[in-house]
């Protein structure tokens, strides 16, 4: 599932499916606290205000002086919270009260109290208390974490989603300019992942297969008018032609994870390893080839020289233990692209195999057939010839 999705979607997502759980969480906390602390914030100042009404009216009550009571009861309603206080008898009759307004908030709560006098109860007190003020006082501590919440998700899903970006579009450069194909894959790293999976190979299973060696394609460019080369150009001039080269053949093969050899007669020669043989490998050494033959035809026309090269590209699986073993494989390949190279014109590539024909290489590029088990390479599909574009244009820019 995770190849379906875009990273500039899914780390916004994250983020804010992040915001919006630890918000939650907050909003509740944040909601039983001042629930709390408002209940608690009532009952203080019901219990304080019946306890000042309780010493206020107590000596009054009994000596019925009702114009104490009365200015005690009109005290207490001065708070804009209580909206009434009203005084009751033993016999729970009403002897006075006090009002702000004629008609009741909407939610009010009664709270009581018996006045006592020497253990007897001579009456009692009750007020009317508007809690909603209360409760909206402290409900704002939560509607102000509420919209200081919104802005922070908005503002880090915002920004997540410019860096996502960022990051996704920089990962898209990176692996269009790898080698490689097949699914197109959504996830940005993914599919960097699966372009760099073929040019890498797992140490520890290098060390536990190291007896069965590896899959080795060897790459021999031979520059079939060397000779030529050396008669027409003076020496800085072919020093500065080979350096180029030499630097052109280290780009590219440190873009396509290959490894230069020593070559001989006016060659040079590299090859591109892999656990094992595989179209992938193949495909990933002949855009290497590829690359490199576009790269120099390309120093050739900026420095004004006539290159004429044909490659070739042989490949076995080669035991790296021991090294004697190992070399004399190695110059056994080197020695078949050789004699393939004999027989080709300049600027062809060819391919020795003897594991696929040229049915099954029809998935990885197109090909002519040469001679058996030979091909020459004649181009690659449309999508595959684009991302190649691509990265010659990136080694020109580098090398050129």
Not at 141 to 164: D, N, P, Q
Request: with cysteine; glycine share 4%; net charge negative.
């Amino acid at each position: 599932m995770h190849r379906q999705y875009s990273m500039a979607k899914k780390l916004p997502a994250a983020a804010l499916s992040l915001c919006l759980v630890l918000g939650l969480i907050v909003s509740i906390i944040i909601g039983n606290q001042t629930s709390n602390l408002a209940d608690a914030a009532i009952a203080d100042k019901t219990q304080s205000v019946l306890r000042q009404l309780d010493e206020q009216i107590r000596t009054p009550l009994f000596n019925n002086d009702r114009i104490s009571v009365q200015v005690a009861l009109s005290r207490a309603v001065d708070d804009a919270a209580i909206f009434s206080a009203s005084l009751y008898d033993v016999e729970n009759k009403l002897i006075t009260q006090s009002r702000q307004a004629e008609e009741a908030p909407a939610n009010v709560e009664l709270f009581r109290r018996e006045i006592e006098l020497q253990d007897t109860i001579i009456g009692s007190v009750i007020i009317e208390l508007d809690s909603q003020p209360i409760y909206s006082q402290h409900r704002m501590i939560l509607i102000s974490w509420v919209l200081l919440w919104i802005l922070f998700t908005a503002a880090s899903t915002y920004v997540c989603h410019l860096f996502a970006d960022q990051l996704a579009r920089r990962l898209r450069i990176l692996s269009n300019r790898l080698p490689g194909g097949g699914d197109k894959i959504i996830d940005e790293l993914a599919a960097l992942e699966a372009k760099i999976q073929p040019l890498l190979s797992n140490s520890g299973q290098a060390d536990q297969d190291s007896n069965n060696g590896y899959y080795y394609s060897v790459v021999r460019a031979c520059i079939k008018n060397r000779q030529r080369l050396n008669n027409q150009l003076n020496r800085e001039s072919r020093e500065r032609l080979f350096d180029s080269i030499d630097y052109c053949t280290a780009r590219t093969l440190e873009l396509y994870g290959g490894h230069r050899v020593e070559g001989a007669d006016g060659s040079i020669c590299f090859y591109v390893r892999s656990t094992q043989n595989s179209k992938q490998q193949l495909l990933v050494c002949l855009m290497a080839v590829y690359s490199l033959q576009q790269l120099l035809e390309r120093l050739s026309i900026k420095l004004g020289v006539d290159l004429e090269i044909n490659w070739t590209m042989c490949g076995s699986n080669l035991s790296t233990l021991p090294l004697f073993s190992f070399d004399e494989g190695l110059a056994a390949l080197k020695q078949q692209c050789t004699e393939l190279g004999d027989q080709l014109q300049e600027g062809l590539i060819g391919l020795h195999s003897t594991e696929y024909d040229i049915e099954a290489l029809s998935s990885i590029a197109r090909f002519l057939v040469f001679d058996d088990n030979c091909f020459v390479l004649q181009g690659f599909p449309e999508g595959r010839q684009t991302l190649l574009e691509k990265q010659i244009l990136h080694l020109a820019n580098v090398c050129l």
